[in-house]
Protein backbone atom coordinates (compact mmCIF):
# COMPACT_ATOMS: atom_id res chain seq x y z
CA UNK A 1 0.00 0.00 0.00
CA UNK A 2 2.95 2.49 0.78
CA UNK A 3 4.28 1.83 -2.61
CA UNK A 4 1.33 2.78 -4.24
CA UNK A 5 0.79 6.07 -2.63
CA UNK A 6 4.03 6.92 -3.75
CA UNK A 7 3.60 6.38 -7.06
CA UNK A 8 0.76 8.31 -6.77
CA UNK A 9 1.91 11.05 -5.07
CA UNK A 10 5.38 11.34 -7.30
CA UNK A 11 3.98 9.91 -10.65
CA UNK A 12 2.85 14.19 -11.91
CA UNK A 13 6.88 14.22 -12.11
CA UNK A 14 6.96 12.61 -15.22
CA UNK A 15 7.30 13.80 -18.62
CA UNK A 16 4.21 12.55 -19.69
CA UNK A 17 2.60 14.30 -17.13
CA UNK A 18 4.57 17.71 -17.68
CA UNK A 19 3.30 17.23 -21.11
CA UNK A 20 -0.14 16.91 -20.75
CA UNK A 21 -0.50 20.23 -18.21
CA UNK A 22 1.50 22.44 -20.71
CA UNK A 23 -0.85 21.09 -23.55
CA UNK A 24 -4.08 21.79 -21.59
CA UNK A 25 -2.46 25.13 -20.40
CA UNK A 26 -0.99 26.26 -23.99
CA UNK A 27 -3.96 26.29 -25.55
CA UNK A 28 -4.98 29.56 -23.80
CA UNK A 29 -8.31 30.91 -22.44
CA UNK A 30 -8.22 33.82 -23.46
CA UNK A 31 -7.99 35.05 -27.53
CA UNK A 32 -6.25 38.26 -26.89
CA UNK A 33 -6.33 41.33 -24.41
CA UNK A 34 -9.29 42.53 -26.50
CA UNK A 35 -11.02 39.23 -25.62
CA UNK A 36 -10.42 40.14 -21.29
CA UNK A 37 -11.58 43.35 -21.79
CA UNK A 38 -14.92 42.19 -23.41
CA UNK A 39 -15.50 39.44 -20.97
CA UNK A 40 -14.50 40.88 -18.10
CA UNK A 41 -16.85 43.58 -18.89
CA UNK A 42 -19.89 41.11 -19.31
CA UNK A 43 -19.12 39.84 -16.22
CA UNK A 44 -19.19 43.24 -14.18
CA UNK A 45 -15.51 44.05 -13.99
CA UNK A 46 -14.08 47.40 -15.67
CA UNK A 47 -10.57 46.41 -16.57
CA UNK A 48 -8.18 48.88 -18.56
CA UNK A 49 -5.66 47.14 -21.08
CA UNK A 50 -2.65 47.35 -19.04
CA UNK A 51 -4.85 45.22 -16.50
CA UNK A 52 -6.30 42.84 -19.76
CA UNK A 53 -2.52 42.52 -20.75
CA UNK A 54 -0.94 41.62 -17.64
CA UNK A 55 -4.19 38.50 -16.92
CA UNK A 56 -3.16 37.76 -20.78
CA UNK A 57 0.09 36.80 -20.27
CA UNK A 58 -0.88 34.93 -17.22
CA UNK A 59 -3.30 32.80 -19.56
CA UNK A 60 -0.14 32.39 -22.11
CA UNK A 61 3.00 32.14 -20.03
CA UNK A 62 1.85 30.50 -16.79
CA UNK A 63 3.50 33.07 -14.51
CA UNK A 64 1.35 33.94 -11.36
CA UNK A 65 0.26 37.35 -11.12
CA UNK A 66 1.01 40.17 -8.05
CA UNK A 67 -1.20 42.58 -7.41
CA UNK A 68 0.23 46.02 -5.13
CA UNK A 69 -1.66 48.74 -4.30
CA UNK A 70 -4.43 50.62 -2.32
CA UNK A 71 -7.37 48.55 -0.47
CA UNK A 72 -10.63 48.65 -2.29
CA UNK A 73 -9.07 48.99 -6.02
CA UNK A 74 -10.42 45.45 -7.05
CA UNK A 75 -7.50 43.47 -6.84
CA UNK A 76 -9.66 40.81 -5.04
CA UNK A 77 -12.51 41.38 -7.35
CA UNK A 78 -10.50 40.47 -10.36
CA UNK A 79 -9.24 36.84 -9.13
CA UNK A 80 -13.42 36.33 -8.72
CA UNK A 81 -14.50 37.39 -11.98
CA UNK A 82 -11.12 35.95 -13.34
CA UNK A 83 -12.65 32.58 -12.11
CA UNK A 84 -16.04 33.46 -13.18
CA UNK A 85 -15.21 33.87 -16.85
CA UNK A 86 -12.94 31.14 -16.96
CA UNK A 87 -15.53 28.67 -15.41
CA UNK A 88 -13.08 27.83 -13.20
CA UNK A 89 -13.44 27.22 -8.78
CA UNK A 90 -11.96 29.94 -7.11
CA UNK A 91 -9.67 28.57 -4.09
CA UNK A 92 -8.91 31.61 -1.40
CA UNK A 93 -6.18 31.80 1.44
CA UNK A 94 -6.74 34.90 3.40
CA UNK A 95 -3.15 35.93 4.52
CA UNK A 96 -3.17 36.99 8.67
CA UNK A 97 -0.34 38.09 10.85
CA UNK A 98 1.14 34.54 12.50
CA UNK A 99 -0.04 32.05 9.71
CA UNK A 100 1.88 28.92 9.50
CA UNK A 101 2.06 26.76 6.85
CA UNK A 102 -0.51 24.07 8.32
CA UNK A 103 -3.16 26.61 7.54
CA UNK A 104 -1.68 27.27 4.63
CA UNK A 105 -0.45 24.19 3.09
CA UNK A 106 -1.98 21.38 5.19
CA UNK A 107 -1.77 19.32 8.32
CA UNK A 108 -2.22 15.74 9.30
CA UNK A 109 -5.73 14.70 10.80
CA UNK A 110 -4.97 13.46 14.02
CA UNK A 111 -8.19 13.01 15.27
CA UNK A 112 -8.94 10.77 12.18
CA UNK A 113 -6.02 8.92 13.09
CA UNK A 114 -6.35 8.02 16.42
CA UNK A 115 -10.35 7.07 15.91
CA UNK A 116 -8.89 4.38 13.54
CA UNK A 117 -5.57 3.39 15.87
CA UNK A 118 -8.67 2.45 18.39
CA UNK A 119 -10.75 0.74 15.80
CA UNK A 120 -7.77 -1.39 14.26
CA UNK A 121 -6.41 -2.25 18.00
CA UNK A 122 -7.56 -6.29 17.30
CA UNK A 123 -5.47 -5.80 14.23
CA UNK A 124 -2.32 -3.99 15.68
CA UNK A 125 -2.34 -6.77 18.17
CA UNK A 126 -2.09 -9.48 15.75
CA UNK A 127 0.56 -7.66 13.92
CA UNK A 128 2.79 -7.44 17.00
CA UNK A 129 1.83 -10.76 18.95
CA UNK A 130 4.78 -12.96 17.71
CA UNK A 131 7.52 -9.99 18.52
CA UNK A 132 9.41 -11.06 21.77
CA UNK A 133 10.67 -7.16 22.78
CA UNK A 134 9.48 -3.78 22.89
CA UNK A 135 12.04 -2.72 19.70
CA UNK A 136 10.57 -5.43 17.50
CA UNK A 137 6.85 -4.56 17.88
CA UNK A 138 7.98 -0.92 17.39
CA UNK A 139 9.87 -2.00 14.10
CA UNK A 140 7.38 -4.38 13.43
CA UNK A 141 4.59 -1.10 13.81
CA UNK A 142 6.88 1.60 11.74
CA UNK A 143 6.24 -0.87 8.56
CA UNK A 144 2.79 0.33 8.42
CA UNK A 145 3.48 3.72 8.69
CA UNK A 146 2.20 4.08 5.29
CA UNK A 147 -1.36 2.99 6.51
CA UNK A 148 -1.27 5.97 9.11
CA UNK A 149 -0.02 8.53 6.94
CA UNK A 150 -1.41 7.86 3.82
CA UNK A 151 -4.32 10.82 1.41
CA UNK A 152 -6.46 9.28 3.95
CA UNK A 153 -5.66 11.55 6.96
CA UNK A 154 -3.94 14.49 4.87
CA UNK A 155 -6.07 17.15 5.40
CA UNK A 156 -5.49 19.60 2.92
CA UNK A 157 -5.82 23.29 2.54
CA UNK A 158 -5.93 25.91 -0.43
CA UNK A 159 -1.88 25.69 -1.48
CA UNK A 160 -1.91 21.79 -2.01
CA UNK A 161 -5.89 21.99 -3.18
CA UNK A 162 -5.19 24.05 -5.74
CA UNK A 163 -2.28 21.41 -6.93
CA UNK A 164 -4.29 18.65 -6.36
CA UNK A 165 -7.65 19.86 -7.57
CA UNK A 166 -8.79 17.35 -10.76
CA UNK A 167 -10.08 20.79 -12.09
CA UNK A 168 -8.58 23.56 -13.20
CA UNK A 169 -8.96 26.61 -10.28
CA UNK A 170 -7.95 30.12 -9.70
CA UNK A 171 -5.81 30.18 -6.38
CA UNK A 172 -6.45 34.11 -4.53
CA UNK A 173 -3.47 34.84 -2.35
CA UNK A 174 -5.14 37.61 -0.61
CA UNK A 175 -2.96 40.34 1.02
CA UNK A 176 -0.12 38.32 1.34
CA UNK A 177 1.28 41.62 3.09
CA UNK A 178 -0.03 40.65 6.51
CA UNK A 179 1.35 37.25 6.44
CA UNK A 180 4.90 36.49 7.92
CA UNK A 181 7.89 36.31 5.53
CA UNK A 182 8.28 32.60 6.65
CA UNK A 183 4.62 31.99 4.70
CA UNK A 184 6.33 34.00 1.62
CA UNK A 185 9.00 30.73 1.80
CA UNK A 186 6.88 28.83 1.69
CA UNK A 187 4.93 29.68 -1.31
CA UNK A 188 8.18 30.06 -3.73
CA UNK A 189 7.93 26.24 -4.02
CA UNK A 190 4.51 26.57 -5.20
CA UNK A 191 4.86 29.88 -7.50
CA UNK A 192 8.04 28.49 -9.04
CA UNK A 193 6.83 24.83 -10.00
CA UNK A 194 3.54 24.58 -9.24
CA UNK A 195 4.20 21.67 -6.71
CA UNK A 196 3.78 20.65 -3.36
CA UNK A 197 6.37 18.37 -1.22
CA UNK A 198 4.82 16.09 1.43
CA UNK A 199 7.76 14.59 3.43
CA UNK A 200 5.62 11.79 4.18
CA UNK A 201 4.12 11.18 1.08
CA UNK A 202 6.26 12.77 -1.46
CA UNK A 203 6.07 15.57 -4.73
CA UNK A 204 1.94 16.57 -5.76
CA UNK A 205 2.31 18.21 -8.92
CA UNK A 206 -0.42 20.06 -10.26
CA UNK A 207 -2.28 18.09 -13.26
CA UNK A 208 -4.19 21.57 -14.19
CA UNK A 209 -2.12 24.79 -13.87
CA UNK A 210 -3.59 26.87 -11.94
CA UNK A 211 -3.83 30.68 -12.27
CA UNK A 212 -2.37 32.19 -8.77
CA UNK A 213 -3.05 35.73 -8.00
CA UNK A 214 -1.64 37.24 -4.92
CA UNK A 215 -2.54 40.57 -3.63
CA UNK A 216 -0.41 43.16 -1.26
CA UNK A 217 -1.97 46.41 0.31
CA UNK A 218 2.10 47.00 0.75
CA UNK A 219 1.69 47.46 4.21
CA UNK A 220 5.15 45.87 4.07
CA UNK A 221 7.79 44.68 1.38
CA UNK A 222 7.64 41.37 -0.05
CA UNK A 223 10.81 39.39 -0.71
CA UNK A 224 12.56 39.83 -4.02
CA UNK A 225 12.35 35.94 -4.23
CA UNK A 226 8.65 35.97 -4.37
CA UNK A 227 8.55 39.43 -6.85
CA UNK A 228 10.73 37.22 -9.39
CA UNK A 229 7.97 34.49 -9.73
CA UNK A 230 5.32 36.63 -10.63
CA UNK A 231 4.11 39.40 -13.17
CA UNK A 232 3.58 42.21 -11.53
CA UNK A 233 1.14 44.70 -11.34
CA UNK A 234 0.29 48.24 -9.08
CA UNK A 235 -3.31 48.98 -9.27
CA UNK A 236 -4.09 52.65 -7.99
CA UNK A 237 -7.00 54.42 -8.02
CA UNK A 238 -8.69 54.64 -11.33
CA UNK A 239 -8.95 58.13 -13.18
CA UNK A 240 -11.89 59.97 -12.84
CA UNK A 241 -13.19 58.60 -16.12
CA UNK A 242 -12.93 55.12 -15.28
CA UNK A 243 -14.41 55.59 -11.85
CA UNK A 244 -17.41 57.42 -13.38
CA UNK A 245 -18.25 54.12 -15.34
CA UNK A 246 -17.32 51.56 -12.74
CA UNK A 247 -20.38 53.44 -10.84
CA UNK A 248 -22.46 53.31 -13.91
CA UNK A 249 -21.78 50.08 -14.21
CA UNK A 250 -22.69 49.26 -10.86
CA UNK A 251 -26.27 50.51 -11.17
CA UNK A 252 -26.32 52.60 -8.07
CA UNK A 253 -29.73 54.21 -9.38
CA UNK A 254 -27.82 57.51 -8.60
CA UNK A 255 -28.46 60.22 -11.68
CA UNK A 256 -25.66 60.23 -13.62
CA UNK A 257 -24.88 64.25 -13.09
CA UNK A 258 -24.46 63.48 -9.39
CA UNK A 259 -22.89 60.26 -9.92
CA UNK A 260 -20.25 62.93 -11.89
CA UNK A 261 -20.28 65.05 -9.21
CA UNK A 262 -19.65 62.45 -6.58
CA UNK A 263 -16.65 60.78 -7.93
CA UNK A 264 -15.25 64.74 -7.75
CA UNK A 265 -15.92 64.65 -3.72
CA UNK A 266 -14.10 61.60 -3.75
CA UNK A 267 -11.11 62.03 -5.17
CA UNK A 268 -10.81 65.50 -3.24
CA UNK A 269 -11.02 63.53 -0.44
CA UNK A 270 -8.32 61.32 -0.87
CA UNK A 271 -6.07 64.37 -1.38
CA UNK A 272 -6.99 64.73 2.59
CA UNK A 273 -4.20 63.63 4.22
CA UNK A 274 -7.06 60.46 6.02
CA UNK A 275 -5.37 57.17 7.67
CA UNK A 276 -7.55 55.62 5.01
CA UNK A 277 -8.59 56.38 1.95
CA UNK A 278 -11.93 56.15 -0.21
CA UNK A 279 -11.77 53.24 -1.95
CA UNK A 280 -13.65 52.66 -4.91
CA UNK A 281 -15.92 49.90 -3.57
CA UNK A 282 -16.90 52.60 -0.96
CA UNK A 283 -17.92 54.92 -3.94
CA UNK A 284 -20.11 52.45 -5.22
CA UNK A 285 -21.78 51.86 -1.51
CA UNK A 286 -21.85 55.74 -1.58
CA UNK A 287 -23.97 56.09 -4.95
CA UNK A 288 -26.06 53.52 -3.56
CA UNK A 289 -27.04 55.14 -0.10
CA UNK A 290 -27.36 58.47 -2.33
CA UNK A 291 -29.89 56.70 -4.67
CA UNK A 292 -31.89 55.05 -1.49
CA UNK A 293 -32.22 58.32 0.31
CA UNK A 294 -33.62 59.97 -2.96
CA UNK A 295 -31.04 62.47 -2.92
CA UNK A 296 -31.48 65.26 -5.63
CA UNK A 297 -28.39 67.51 -4.83
CA UNK A 298 -25.30 67.15 -3.03
CA UNK A 299 -25.48 69.78 -0.96
CA UNK A 300 -22.81 69.96 2.24
CA UNK A 301 -25.43 68.96 4.52
CA UNK A 302 -26.27 65.80 2.59
CA UNK A 303 -22.78 64.62 2.08
CA UNK A 304 -21.93 65.50 6.06
CA UNK A 305 -24.74 63.23 6.82
CA UNK A 306 -23.77 60.47 4.65
CA UNK A 307 -19.89 60.72 4.45
CA UNK A 308 -19.61 58.20 7.17
CA UNK A 309 -20.03 55.68 4.66
CA UNK A 310 -17.17 56.11 2.78
CA UNK A 311 -14.86 57.32 6.13
CA UNK A 312 -14.39 54.51 8.50
CA UNK A 313 -11.89 56.48 11.28
CA UNK A 314 -13.61 59.48 13.66
CA UNK A 315 -10.30 61.14 12.76
CA UNK A 316 -10.91 61.60 9.19
CA UNK A 317 -14.76 62.05 9.66
CA UNK A 318 -13.79 65.51 10.99
CA UNK A 319 -11.40 66.22 9.19
CA UNK A 320 -13.32 65.66 5.98
CA UNK A 321 -16.32 67.46 7.68
CA UNK A 322 -14.35 70.54 7.89
CA UNK A 323 -13.72 70.45 4.24
CA UNK A 324 -16.39 69.12 2.68
CA UNK A 325 -18.66 72.85 2.32
CA UNK A 326 -15.46 73.75 -0.24
CA UNK A 327 -16.08 70.32 -1.72
CA UNK A 328 -19.49 70.91 -2.52
CA UNK A 329 -20.35 74.51 -2.81
CA UNK A 330 -17.91 77.38 -1.05
CA UNK A 331 -20.79 79.50 0.50
CA UNK A 332 -21.83 76.22 1.82
CA UNK A 333 -21.74 75.26 5.83
CA UNK A 334 -21.43 71.75 7.11
CA UNK A 335 -23.66 71.62 10.01
CA UNK A 336 -21.73 70.53 13.08
CA UNK A 337 -22.10 68.53 16.20
CA UNK A 338 -22.72 71.64 18.17
CA UNK A 339 -25.95 72.73 15.93
CA UNK A 340 -27.73 70.26 17.66
CA UNK A 341 -27.39 72.28 21.32
CA UNK A 342 -28.45 75.58 19.60
CA UNK A 343 -30.91 77.36 20.96
CA UNK A 344 -32.55 78.52 18.12
CA UNK A 345 -35.56 76.45 19.02
CA UNK A 346 -39.43 77.39 18.75
CA UNK A 347 -40.20 75.01 21.74
CA UNK A 348 -39.41 76.46 25.80
CA UNK A 349 -36.78 74.59 27.77
CA UNK A 350 -36.83 74.23 31.46
CA UNK A 351 -33.30 76.10 32.47
CA UNK A 352 -31.58 75.14 36.45
CA UNK A 353 -30.58 78.47 38.08
CA UNK A 354 -28.08 78.98 40.83
CA UNK A 355 -29.04 79.50 44.16
CA UNK A 356 -31.14 82.30 45.34
CA UNK A 357 -32.49 83.01 41.37
CA UNK A 358 -36.27 81.96 40.67
CA UNK A 359 -36.73 79.01 38.87
CA UNK A 360 -38.87 79.69 35.23
CA UNK A 361 -39.86 78.20 32.06
CA UNK A 362 -38.97 80.02 28.92
CA UNK A 363 -41.65 80.70 26.15
CA UNK A 364 -41.78 79.73 22.68
CA UNK A 365 -39.20 81.67 20.85
CA UNK A 366 -37.13 82.96 23.17
CA UNK A 367 -34.23 81.73 22.29
CA UNK A 368 -34.10 82.75 18.44
CA UNK A 369 -30.82 84.22 17.55
CA UNK A 370 -30.82 86.36 13.87
CA UNK A 371 -30.02 84.78 11.20
CA UNK A 372 -26.72 85.97 10.23
CA UNK A 373 -25.47 84.94 13.84
CA UNK A 374 -23.81 88.22 14.94
CA UNK A 375 -25.75 88.85 18.16
CA UNK A 376 -24.87 91.38 20.96
CA UNK A 377 -25.19 89.06 23.79
CA UNK A 378 -25.61 92.22 26.45
CA UNK A 379 -28.39 93.42 24.13
CA UNK A 380 -30.09 90.40 24.24
CA UNK A 381 -30.00 90.48 28.11
CA UNK A 382 -31.11 93.73 28.83
CA UNK A 383 -33.88 93.64 26.37
CA UNK A 384 -35.08 90.12 28.10
CA UNK A 385 -35.28 91.77 31.37
CA UNK A 386 -37.54 94.65 30.48
CA UNK A 387 -41.00 94.30 32.46
CA UNK A 388 -43.57 92.43 30.93
CA UNK A 389 -41.49 89.40 29.59
CA UNK A 390 -42.69 87.24 32.57
CA UNK A 391 -46.60 86.17 33.26
CA UNK A 392 -48.34 87.90 35.89
CA UNK A 393 -47.79 84.90 38.49
CA UNK A 394 -44.11 85.95 38.41
CA UNK A 395 -44.37 88.67 40.01
CA UNK A 396 -46.57 87.99 43.02
CA UNK A 397 -49.44 90.21 42.45
CA UNK A 398 -52.28 90.16 39.72
CA UNK A 399 -50.82 93.82 38.45
CA UNK A 400 -46.94 92.73 38.73
CA UNK A 401 -46.71 95.00 35.71
CA UNK A 402 -48.40 98.13 36.55
CA UNK A 403 -47.40 98.68 40.61
CA UNK A 404 -43.95 97.61 42.40
CA UNK A 405 -44.71 94.20 44.62
CA UNK A 406 -45.05 94.74 48.26
CA UNK A 407 -42.09 93.36 50.37
CA UNK A 408 -42.59 91.79 53.61
CA UNK A 409 -40.37 92.32 56.71
CA UNK A 410 -39.55 89.90 59.47
CA UNK A 411 -39.10 91.63 63.21
CA UNK A 412 -36.10 90.37 65.52
CA UNK A 413 -38.14 88.38 67.73
CA UNK A 414 -40.31 86.50 65.13
CA UNK A 415 -36.94 85.34 64.09
CA UNK A 416 -35.61 84.68 67.91
CA UNK A 417 -38.35 82.46 68.50
CA UNK A 418 -37.94 80.56 64.95
CA UNK A 419 -34.12 80.36 66.29
CA UNK A 420 -35.59 78.87 69.82
CA UNK A 421 -38.05 76.72 68.30
CA UNK A 422 -35.40 74.69 65.52
CA UNK A 423 -32.99 74.57 68.85
CA UNK A 424 -35.82 72.47 70.44
CA UNK A 425 -36.67 70.20 68.33
CA UNK A 426 -32.85 68.73 68.47
CA UNK A 427 -32.14 68.52 71.94
CA UNK A 428 -34.31 67.43 74.99
CA UNK A 429 -35.02 70.94 76.50
CA UNK A 430 -35.22 74.24 74.69
CA UNK A 431 -33.17 77.87 75.76
CA UNK A 432 -36.12 78.92 77.64
CA UNK A 433 -35.73 75.96 80.17
CA UNK A 434 -39.69 74.84 79.09
CA UNK A 435 -40.03 70.86 78.52
CA UNK A 436 -40.38 69.75 75.41
CA UNK A 437 -44.14 69.53 74.24
CA UNK A 438 -44.89 72.68 75.86
CA UNK A 439 -46.17 75.65 74.82
CA UNK A 440 -44.59 78.88 74.00
Not at 35 to 62: K, M, N, P
Not at 287 to 300: I, W
Not at 321 to 331: G, Q
Amino acid sequence: MASEVHRHATGHDGPAARAAGDQSFGAGEFADVEDVVSRFAEAGYLADRRLATTVFLQSRLGRPVLLEGPAGVGKTQLAATLAAVTGRRLLRLQCYEGQDETKALYEWDYGKQLLYTQLLRDKISEVVADTTTIGEAVERIGEQDSAFFSETFLAARPLLEAVRSPEPVVLLVDEIDRADEALEAVLLELLAEFQVSVPELGTFRAVHQPYVILTSNTTRDLSAALKRRCLHLYLDYPSPERELEIVRSKDTGLPDALARRLVDVVRSLRGLDLRKAPSVSETVDWARTLAVLGVEELTAAVLSDTANVVLKYQRDLQRALDTLPAFSDPNAVVPSSLDAHDHGHSHGHGHSHGPGEPHHDHGPGTHSHPADGDVDGRAVRAAKDLPGRHDEAYYGSPTAGEQPAVRRTVGPGQGGRSFAAALGRKGSGTPSGKPPGKGR
